[in-house]
């Protein structure tokens, strides 16, 4: 089965250290987003981008947060520094646009957390 | 984008069908309407989606009101794996693709 694969699944740091996240998405898919969620909040879009390039970033702390896809398999997000108020689990989803065409699903990684300590 | 407005939780037993209703009463008329659910500790998975007419697939149908302003997602036969908070979500799909926003769901308890 093609699937989202986020690594690290757990990640425990020290606040002010800097954190990467990566995020393989299905092979073929063009879009790939990154969510944070937590209990307060719910699930947060952050950032999302098209053909590698970025669409929107607005849900993203621009001082401290970064978004990239240097390829098409690989969509990194990293923090620096990381504070205790970043601690969340973090998603990475793919799907696949189509130029004039139907709607279109996400497909969801298992989610990488992090503890900001 | 459209909002939507789902209550915060419901049980239902197991077998029966459950019926989850969102409201999306400011929803524009080519909107879709996308629901998502999640299993504790997982990523959300979808499930289905529709623009006017009923949908149905082999997770769940959709029912979607004449007037578009709400609809209704049902398991015909629920079970225990169903329990998970089910996101209703509107979305327009434009050319290039919308972005998905989550709400607060609707928490469901399947009980035996």
């Known amino acids: 089965d093609a699937r989202v694969t986020q690594t690290p699944r757990d990640k425990v740091t020290e606040m002010g250290q800097e954190v990467t996240m990566r995020c393989q998405p299905i092979?073929?898919?063009?879009?790939v987003f990154w969510y944070r969620q937590t209990m307060m909040q719910g699930l947060e879009l952050l950032a999302y981008f098209r053909n590698r390039a970025p669409l929107d970033d607005s849900g993203m702390p621009k001082d401290r947060f970064s978004a990239e896809m240097p390829d098409a398999t690989l969509a990194t997000l990293k923090i620096q520094p990381s504070e205790p108020r970043d601690s969340a689990v973090y998603f990475c989803?793919?799907?696949?646009?189509?130029?004039?065409?139907?709607?279109?699903?996400?497909?969801f990684g298992e989610g990488s957390r992090l503890t900001v300590l | 984008d459209a909002k939507t407005t789902q209550p915060p939780s419901m049980d239902c037993a197991e077998g029966r069908a459950a019926n989850l209703p969102c409201n999306h009463s400011t929803i524009s008329g080519n909107e879709y309407v996308y629901w998502y659910r999640q299993i504790h500790s997982q990523g959300p998975q979808y499930i289905i989606h529709?623009?006017?007419n009923n949908e149905t697939n082999e997770m769940a149908s959709l029912i979607i009101t004449e007037d578009r302003k709400s609809s209704t997602l049902i398991l015909p036969h629920a079970t225990l794996r169903d329990t998970a908070v089910y996101y209703c979500?509107?979305?327009?799909?434009?050319?290039?693709?919308?972005?998905?926003?989550f709400g607060q769901g609707t928490e469901l308890s399947v009980k035996p």
């Open positions: 529709g623009l006017k």
């Open positions: 979500i509107v979305i327009l799909d434009r050319l290039m693709g919308g972005k998905l926003i």
């Open positions: 989803a793919s799907g696949l646009v189509r130029s004039g065409g139907p709607p279109w699903e996400l497909f």
């Open positions: 092979l073929g898919h063009n879009t």
